[in-house]
C-alpha cells in the first residue's frame, strides 16, 4: 500500500490542488461542526423549558409513572408551542395586512411581492443559455451537472425602488414571522425531546451495585451457657 | 480533548441538521393545527371569564401539595426563630422580723449581754405578721394606731350670696313670647295697600 501510494508521482499543479481540495475539506469540517455546536446548544437551551414545565409534578407525586408523565409533558408543549407562535403569526398577519392595503391602494393584486424583494440583492445568471456554448456555467462530471465556475451577475441590480417599498416591508415581515415559527418548532422539538428522555429516567429504578445478601445482618444466636 | 469531543458531537449534529429540519416542517404543519385548535379553547375560556391559560388540574394539586409544604416548613423555621420567654423570676419578699434586741448576723454584740440591748426578751409585734396582736384590730399596726388622725367634720353649707338674690327670676313664658313674635316685611313696596 505504501509503494502504491510513493509510485504516484504528482506534478506540481496536482499538489496544489490536493493542498487546496485538503484546505477546503477542513473549512467545511470546521463550518459544519461549529454550525452543528450551535445547533446543540440552542437544542439545550430550549430543552430547559420542560425542566421548569415537569419540575412540580414530579416533584410532589402528582404525575407518578412514565406513561402519565409522557402524557402531561405533551399537552403542556403543545399549549407551549400555541403560546410561542402568538407572535410569530401576529407578525405574519400584519404582513399580510399590509399586501392587503398596498393591492386595495394599487389595484396590482398580480404583482409578486418576493421578486420585488429579490431586487435588493444581486442576482446572477444561473441559465445556461445566456451564456456562450464554448463556456457553459453548468458541466456533467461523471454523470453529475455542476456549476463549472462562478456565475454572471444580471446588470442593474441591487436596486431599490419607492413604488415597492410595502412588498419590501411585508416580506420582511413574513420571513421573520417565517424563522420566528421555526426557531419555535425547534424549540417544540427540543423539548419533546427532553421530555422523553426525563419519562426515562426520573421513574428509573436502578438495581446496578446492588446486592441482595449483602444488606442482610445475620446476627448469630447466643450460645446457652452450660447447665451445672 | 472535551473541546474536540464538543467539536465531533458539533458534526454529528450538522449531520442530523436535515432530519431536525424535516422534523421542523412537519412540527409547523402540526403548529397550525394545534394554534387554531388552542385558539377555540382560548376563546371558550375567556367568554366563560377564566383565564385564557388555565392550570391544568395537575398543575393545581402540585402547587397545592408544595403550597401546604412550603406553609408548613415556615411555621416550623417561624417557632424556631421565635426568641425564648425570658425567664419569669418571681421575687419573693422575705421579712424577717427580729425580736427587739436580736443581734443580726454580722453585728457584734454589745458589751453587757444581750440584757443590754432594749426590748430584749419582750414579744415583737413583727412577730407574726399575718397574726393579731392584743388589744388591737387586725391589720392595724401599732404605729397607725397612735398617728390615727381625727375623724372628718362636715362643714356648714356656704349663705347665699346677696348680689346673686337681686337678679329677676327667669320666666320661661316670657321668653318664649318674645322670640315668636310675627315680623311683617314689606316686599311689594306698598302697592296693595
Known sequence: ?228 | MAALKKFGLGILWALLFPLILAGVAVVGVFGVFDFLVEFVIMIINFFRGKKLFPAYPEDEKAYAILKRAIDKKNGELSAQNQPAPAPQQVFVQQNFYTNPGAIPPGVTPPTGGPAAIPGYGQPSPYANPYGTLPNQQPGVLPNQQSNALPPMQQQPAMPPRPELAKLPEFNPADYHQATTETIDIDVDGGEDE
Open chain 1, 1 to 228: 500500500m505504501i509503494r502504491v501510494l510513493a509510485s504516484i508521482q504528482l506534478s506540481e499543479t496536482d499538489r496544489k490542488a490536493l493542498i487546496i481540495l485538503l484546505i477546503l475539506l477542513v473549512l467545511l469540517v470546521l463550518i459544519i461542526g461549529l454550525i452543528g455546536m450551535a445547533i446543540n446548544a440552542t437544542m439545550k437551551h430550549q430543552s430547559k423549558r420542560a425542566d421548569s414545565m415537569m419540575h412540580d409534578v414530579a416533584v410532589t407525586h402528582v404525575v407518578d409513572n412514565t406513561r402519565s408523565f409522557r402524557r402531561f409533558g405533551f399537552k403542556k408543549n403543545n399549549r407551549a408551542l400555541f403560546r410561542d407562535s402568538i407572535k410569530p403569526f401576529l407578525v405574519a398577519l400584519l404582513g399580510l395586512a399590509i399586501w392587503i392595503i398596498y393591492n386595495i391602494a394599487t389595484g396590482n393584486w398580480g404583482e409578486n411581492p418576493w421578486a420585488h424583494f429579490g431586487e435588493l440583492f444581486f442576482r446572477f445568471k444561473f441559465d445556461n443559455s445566456e451564456y456562450p456554448a464554448t463556456d457553459p456555467l453548468w458541466v456533467k462530471v461523471f454523470g453529475m451537472t455542476i456549476l463549472a465556475r462562478w456565475p454572471e451577475a444580471v446588470e442593474g441590480y441591487p436596486r431599490f425602488e419607492v413604488a415597492h417599498i410595502a412588498s419590501y416591508i411585508e416580506v420582511t415581515l413574513w420571513i421573520v414571522a417565517i424563522a420566528w415559527y421555526a426557531y419555535s418548532c425547534q424549540a417544540y422539538i427540543a423539548r419533546a425531546m427532553r421530555i422523553i428522555r426525563l419519562s426515562n429516567t426520573v421513574y428509573e429504578k436502578s438495581l446496578e451495585g446492588f446486592n441482595a445478601n449483602a444488606n442482610v445482618d445475620v446476627t448469630p444466636e447466643a450460645p446457652i451457657p452450660p447447665s451445672d
